[in-house]
């Protein structure tokens, strides 16, 4: 489709936008297809992640074997505050008051399709063949920061986990292209790379915080933990500790879920209601006593966008790392796929071009198969 006088600066936009998606995706990829078939990250614990040195992969067996049940004493600000105000537009625009409520027969509730993406960190790693757990868990800021340009291009609408429920409750209407984003373990970067790139969209998401890891290194403190609050984020729990729930005592499991939620709650002081199974790991017990604690929602790791009410407490989720291509990720954040351009309407706005940082991730691995959605379920991480 050339461009032509008539078109609108908002058409030239979409339409750099759809050249960037397509140069990406020539050379893009996601090396998903690397992983081992099953592979923990080091956040369990008694001892967090320590910045970007520490392996990430470890055995089972190392993780959280004897969790400490000490619920965090409230309201103990640590670490420094955010040495970056976030901006002045911070807070998510009030799409919520601006949405049609419609009201449904519980017995019509719907049975919706709603990517919910899970990202981990927002970082720049190169692909390291002896760590490729860590890149597959990070997006770069730049990659990032292009991934929400689409959403935004293509009218997509981030949502909460809060209206996902009350959408298939059939209590409210959902705006076109609804998307969850979805953060798990509560990474320092969500608040000083991704939140202001969310900012600048107006764009609200959901992190999972453990409890037990802020203010360690690597981790956000309990300021930016507000702060991420303040700002509009949805701050949900992921346990104390970061512990296997399946494969612990009911009575450790049931101290993690409730110890997170009420450490959480006395930092926030509001309710939280959702929650995240670390490594996305429960069992009919876990789901039991993580809905008996007040939680209204928990999202695990296996791939799948389809949902119904009856999936409050094991919604799927959709990982979200590596380098994947923006052509690949608009499609996992159920955009049409794009329309590809041809050369002479490939924009050259460096605003719009594609990272070196993307690009180049790309290039070092050029000729990996695209994961598949088997192996992105294997990606135990969360
Ligand atoms: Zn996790």
Known sequence: MPITPGHTRRTNRRLAVVSLVVVAGLSAHTVASALPARVMVAVGGQQPMEGLTASPIVDGNDVAATPSLTVPSPLTIGGAPLTTAP??????????????????????????????????YILD???????????????SPRLFAEQMEVLHVEHATPITMSMLMDALAGKRALPSHPVVLTFDDGYVDFATSAQPILAKYGFVATEYVVSGFMDHSGYMTTAQVRQMDTAGMVIGSHTMHHVDL???????ARAEIVGGKVAMEQTLHHPVRDFAYPYGEFNAAVEGMVSEAGFRDAVITKAGQSHALADAFEFHRTHIGGAPSLATFAQEAGLTPLTPAQPDQISN??????????????????????????????????
């Not at 063949?129 to 997006?139: D, F, G, K, R, V």
């Not at 399946?246 to 450790?252: D, I, N, P, Q």
């Open 246 to 252: 399946a494969s612990t005592s009911l009575a450790a």
């Open 349 to 382: 706005d460096p605003a719009v071009r594609p990272s070196p940082s993307a690009s180049g991730a790309a290039d070092a691995t050029t000729g990996r198969a695209q994961p598949g959605k088997q192996a992105r379920q294997a990606v135990r991480s969360s």
């Open 125 to 139: 790693v190169p692909p390291d063949p002896h760590n490729m757990l860590l890149y597959n868990l990070s997006i």
């Open 87 to 120: 901006p002045s537009h911070a807070r998510p625009r009030p799409y919520v008051e601006a949405q049609t409520h419609v009201t449904i027969a519980a017995r019509d509730a719907p049975r919706l399709t709603v990517p919910i993406l899970n990202y981990h």
